[in-house]
């Protein structure tokens, strides 16, 4: 169970970055909304959806480990070259989860060098706003992780799957903090500026943080997964320390 929750999690990584770039359009607040809203009913058509029948076409007796289910329901109806056909399926998400992932990290890396937190170098961009160096650097660190899948194939990618999985909920949990104490902020200091209003505040934040806290308890009890928890639960700590270091010395200048 432990191991499907990792996968699950790993395959809802790069969600956010559908607000990052809705806040680059000429309409973040309208376009946020609407982007998330989508991505919501993405997941329940095509993720909760084919389960769905999936499990109705094929009892769960018949899942055989390494073979994908998608195929085995293509067979079983009688569609040609359904191995083929997901092959191609595969394919294009992998490119699409690419792009996303490249996406986000140059956006992340160009926030880091605004902020001095990166060299100032990356800030370039180029005439249609494009920060091709970010992207450049984010491009040049995928290479790197391919190089080390090459030395090491039997270990790097099952670590770095995990460490995502873990990442993510860390992610994920300082996202769900950051709303519970900037939202009362706002709506203290300046609701009017408040527009995109996030329905069930605060409890729905909180059953949010608790079902995230309940997997990482399952991957403490993983003894394959309880390495990559603490090594990304010290990375996070660590981040989180040299930002609070960052704050005191900004405030003592």
Excluded: H
């Excluded at 029948?53 to 079983?76: F, H, K, Q, R």
């Excluded at 902020?115 to 091709?132: F, H, I, Q, T, W």
């Amino acid at each position: 169970m432990v191991s499907g929750v990792l996968a699950v999690v790993f395959a809802f990584g790069g969600l956010e970055v559908v607000t990052i770039a809705a806040a680059e359009s000429d309409d973040p607040a309208r376009n946020v909304a609407r982007a998330v809203r989508s991505a919501v009913w993405r997941i329940l058509l095509f993720y909760v959806g084919s389960m769905l029948v999936i499990v109705t076409l094929l009892p769960w007796t018949s899942m055989e480990p390494g073979e994908s289910p998608y195929v085995a329901v293509l067979d079983a109806i009688g569609v040609p070259a359904a191995g083929q056909i997901m092959n191609v399926v595969v394919f294009v998400a992998l490119l699409s989860a690419l792009n996303a992932n490249l996406y986000g990290s140059s956006r992340m890396v160009f926030s880091l060098a605004e902020r001095g937190e990166a060299p100032k170098g990356l800030l370039k961009v180029s005439g249609g706003g494009v920060p091709r160096r970010a992207v450049l650097a984010s491009v040049a660190f995928g290479f790197v992780s391919v190089l080390l899948n090459l030395k090491w194939p039997d270990s790097v990618f099952l670590y770095m799957l995990n460490a995502v999985g873990a990442v993510l909920l860390f992610v994920w949990g300082l996202i769900a903090v950051s709303e519970l104490r900037l939202r009362r902020r706002i709506e203290r200091e300046a609701p009017e500026t408040l527009t995109l209003r996030m329905w069930g505040f605060p409890w729905l934040t909180w059953v949010a943080l608790a079902a995230m806290g309940a997997v990482l308890v399952l991957m403490l009890c993983d003894e394959g997964a309880r390495p990559q928890v603490l090594w990304s639960a010290g990375a996070t700590g660590a981040v989180l320390l040299v930002a609070w270091v960052r704050e005191l010395r900004a405030r003592r200048d």
